[in-house]
């Protein structure tokens, strides 16, 4: 009997704590219960393994135990690129950009003799996208290929570009359910190159006012029994450089030489031939993963992590800079033992090898760049239809644009907390007519604009375009 009274206590003192813990809300009958929070993003349709179709050039390798997987989200456009293994498999990993944003790299630095790592995952989205990383560990649980076991418990390791900023006017960010989409879908021996993936927005080259379209790139050899494959999601502050010290892809400056190399460029870097775009230098990284099958004790695969890594300053220059969140991850699947099979790749040579094959993935990263629309002189659109075009516009709840007609022309202002690329918000630009539908603002970054005439507008039509839907008509004055 005593011991029934004591637990009776207890209870009235829990009790007493939770009622004072709870809000008011949920002590009186007749509140309405809170709203369930609902995600932005809940009505995006996530694009899977995109690149792959017939038209596209994808990197293909024979390799059963590594597999790939994109996602997309077209409203960004940004997306996400997962990396899954058919065992566990060894990890390393080297951060030496400035602004890194990664998941479990610390676990990895423990250097441990057991195999632990199930998936590398690059997202986009910057540290919203760190959520991606996760998910693919909660799928391999839900999908029961990992339990909650202390030794069969699911690791995915991961890193995020910077794909915001004044290259979308939305702030789209791939998530949880656009990650394990992409986790469910992977394939072995295909990787689609260029837009695509963690590389859907990527950019390049903002050091020197580049601003060129970017993606994510991959490579494989083969030597012997020997498997090395490198891929790479580019969004360097720097600017993607050939063998032969070329500039691979610019905006260039119309006062540069035709012929002017990165050397030249970073000679100039104190008097800058051309002024990099205010705020760009936070909006950059690089984030690879090198995989190889042979067996490497957690020494030669930190070494192999440091060494490719150090490697790609050749490929993108400058690299690692305190705007660069560059993260490499290197992968041992433990299938060859190099000696026993005397291939004669010593750790050094396999480092060595394998720094070239991420040069040539970072050149594989680069997309064909868009093509400036040219404005035609003569009027391709009447006074009607001019003014079904004028209106305000909403890319997002920060970003809009204000179309006016007037005089026979249109003209263009953005609204909101951010430009409309080309368009300011300090005044009106007219907007030149290419067709009857397309309007663009010439300059070095060109931006073309394309209504649809039943109240949306396109701006940039193609693989990188924003969508705008208006909110509100303009007459003509």
Partial sequence: MKVKIEMTKRFRGRLRHVLLALPMTALLGNAAPAPEPVSPQAGYEAVVNAGTATGDKPLRFDWPMLSI??????????????FRFGKKVHGAVDVAGGAPGTVNTDFLRLGYETPDL???????????????????????????????????????????????????????YPDKRLAQAAARA???????????GAGRMAMTGGLFGCDAHSGQGGA???????????????????????????????????AWPADIKV??????????????????????????????????????????????????????????????????????????????????LGSADLATTASEVM????????????VAAVPVQARVAGADTLRRYAGDYRFSPSVGLAVTAREGRLFGRATGRYPVFAIGKDQEVELLPVSA????????????LRF?????????????????????????R
């Fill in 69 to 82: 997987g994109t996602g997309e989200y077209e409203e960004g456009p940004t997306g996400v690129t997962v």
């Fill in 118 to 172: 199930d998936a590398v995952v690059f997202a986009g989205g910057s540290w919203y996208g760190l959520e991606a990383t996760t998910a693919v560990a909660s799928q391999l649980k839900d999908d029961r290929v990992r339990t909650g076991y202390w030794d069969d418990i699911a690791l995915s390791v991961g890193a995020i570009i910077y794909d915001f900023g004044g290259r979308r006017l939305n702030e789209v």
């Fill in 186 to 196: 992977v394939k072995p021996g295909v990787f689609p190159l260029g837009a695509h």
């Fill in 220 to 254: 494989f050899r083969q030597i012997g029994g020997i498997k090395i494959a490198a891929f790479t999601v580019v969004n360097a502050l720097g600017v993607v450089t050939d063998r032969e010290g070329r500039l691979v892809a610019c905006n260039r400056d119309p």
């Fill in 263 to 344: 050397s030249q460029l970073l000679e100039q870097s104190e008097k800058r031939l051309s002024a990099s775009p205010a705020g760009n230098t936070s909006k950059n990284t690089t984030v690879s993963l090198v995989v190889t099958n042979v067996k490497m004790s957690p020494a030669e695969l930190q070494r192999l992590a440091k060494q490719v890594h150090a490697s790609m300053t050749r490929g993108l220059q400058p690299f690692q800079t305190m705007f660069d969140g560059d993260v490499l991850y290197a992968v041992s699947t433990d299938e060859v033992d190099a000696q026993a099979a005397r291939l004669g």
């Fill in 359 to 370: 040069w040539d993935a970072i050149l594989a990263s680069v997309p064909e760049q868009p």
């Fill in 437 to 448: 539908t397309d309007f663009t603002v010439p300059g070095r970054y060109p931006l073309l």
């Fill in 452 to 476: 649809d005439g039943k109240g949306a507008v396109i701006a940039n039509p193609g693989q990188w375009q924003q969508r705008a839907t208006r909110s509100g008509a303009r007459s003509e």
